[in-house]
């Protein structure tokens, strides 16, 4: 199983809104409901951000927004803040005989 | 609160093995998928295997399949990873994740580091 594509990096000023992309094929993403995005902070576990494409965790401040279309899911943080600098993952069920996960290759976000 | 800590991490020889054990407290441990996931060093994350909630399956990443083997015990709230015939590229930090629905991974430990040497 192949890890999912993200773009390397993304970036955005205070305010805006940037968006992430995970592209798989139609094995996964494509097929999937229980597409999950993760934040990821340099010495802390993983953060949980988005789970089944869209539904956010409580806690989780509405700024950050999933969706997905065909093969690809995407991420979008709107009003982007500091804290938000960090590195996010997706990942996506792949369904079959020996059912699995699959994660993406990851996106550093950083705040201009 | 909800915790989750690993251990048994270290330092093993190529085709040596390991046992990584993971406490859960806070939550009733025995009525979530338990999974454990791993980052090398400077790479990202990867899904190793998972075990439903009376450890009646179990699903292994190709990549480990037939050298690993997760379990786990309810009665001690407590996960499991063996490892054998580990590989110099399965160094890593080993995650012990709850699972709280089709891969929605709410919680994680701390990690335990797993190193391989030639």
């Known amino acids: 199983q192949s890890a999912l594509t993200q773009p390397p990096s993304a970036s955005g000023s205070p305010g805006q809104s940037v968006a992430i992309s995970c592209t798989g094929t139609s094995s996964d993403v494509g097929a999937s409901n229980y597409v999950t995005w993760y934040q990821l902070n340099p010495g802390k576990a993983p953060k949980l951000m988005i789970y089944e494409v869209n539904k956010r965790p409580s806690g989780v401040p509405d700024r950050f927004s999933g969706s997905k279309s065909g093969n690809t899911a995407s991420l979008t943080v709107s009003g982007l803040q500091a804290e938000d600098e960090a590195d996010y993952y997706c990942s996506s069920y792949v369904g079959g005989n020996t059912p699995s996960y699959v994660f993406g290759t990851g996106t550093k976000v950083t705040v201009l | 609160e909800v915790q989750l800590v690993e251990s048994g991490g270290g330092l093993v020889q190529s085709g040596g093995s390991l046992r990584l054990s993971c406490a859960a407290s806070?939550?009733?441990?025995?009525?979530?998928?338990m999974t454990w996931v791993r980052q090398a060093p400077g790479k990202g994350l990867e899904w190793v295997a998972n075990i439903k909630e009376d450890g009646s399956e179990r699903y292994y990443a190709d990549s480990v399949k037939g050298r690993f083997t997760i379990s786990r015990d309810n009665a001690k709230n407590s996960l499991y990873l063996q490892m054998n015939s580990l590989r110099v590229e399965e160094a890593a930090v080993y995650y012990c994740?709850?699972?709280?629905?089709?891969?929605?991974?709410?919680?994680w430990g701390q990690g335990t580091m797993v190193t391989v040497s030639s």
């Open positions: 994740v709850r699972d709280i629905g089709w891969g929605a991974f709410d919680t």
């Open positions: 806070g939550f009733t441990f025995s009525r979530n998928w």
